[in-house]
Each structure stands twice: as C-alpha cells, then as structure tokens.
C-alpha cells in the first residue's frame, strides 16, 4: 500500500523519528541515503521518502510490499499520528463520529 502524509517537520526529525519508531517494532534498518530509508521484518517490508514540498511543508512517502489493512500499514498511520504530535503537541486523537 501507498501511505504520505505532509507536515511542518524539518526532514531530518522526520527520518530520525522513523529510525526510533520502526526500530522499536523490531524492523531492521536496510538500505538508507540522506532523504530515504527501508525497513524489514516480520510485519514486512516498507519503503520511506521524504522531501521538501512548497518550501515550508515535508512530504512523507511509505511504501509498504502488504495488501490491504496490515499490521504494517496500521502502524504507519500511528507513525504520521507521532509526527502530527511533534508538530502540533497540543494534537488529540479523536473519532470522527
């Protein structure tokens, strides 16, 4: 599945964030450059990008090798939720109904 999300993070936070998060839920580190990371392990495998959109806004980019509404994939929107939260610490979850 295709995940993004946009935010006001520097790019740096926003890989730096995803070293830690995906990190803890035991997915290796792969292959990385200055903009990209690749994570793998038994919930799968998930591609992340990022780059600079419109000059103040960070657009984030998650490939995941899962179909449909994985353990990976909910994980990934937990993720963006963190980095809704370092952006905005004020940020409350909350059903839409």
């Known amino acids: 599945m295709r995940h ?5 993070l520097t ?28 994570f793998s392990g038994t919930l799968g495998t998930l591609s ?9 806004y960070t657009f984030v980019e998650v490939h995941t090798d899962q179909v449909g509404e994985s353990r990976l994939d909910k ?5 963006f939720n963190g980095l809704h ?6 940020h409350r979850i909350e059903a839409g109904y």
């Open 4 to 8: 993004f999300h946009r935010c006001s």
């Open 11 to 38: 790019p740096d936070v926003v890989l730096e964030q995803a070293d830690r998060y995906f990190g803890a839920l035991g997915l290796v580190r792969g292959g990385a450059d200055a903009r990209s990371r690749t």
């Open 48 to 56: 992340l990008t990022v780059k600079m959109e419109g000059g103040h």
């Open 75 to 79: 994980n990934v929107k937990r993720y």
């Open 85 to 90: 939260r370092t952006a905005d610490p004020r």
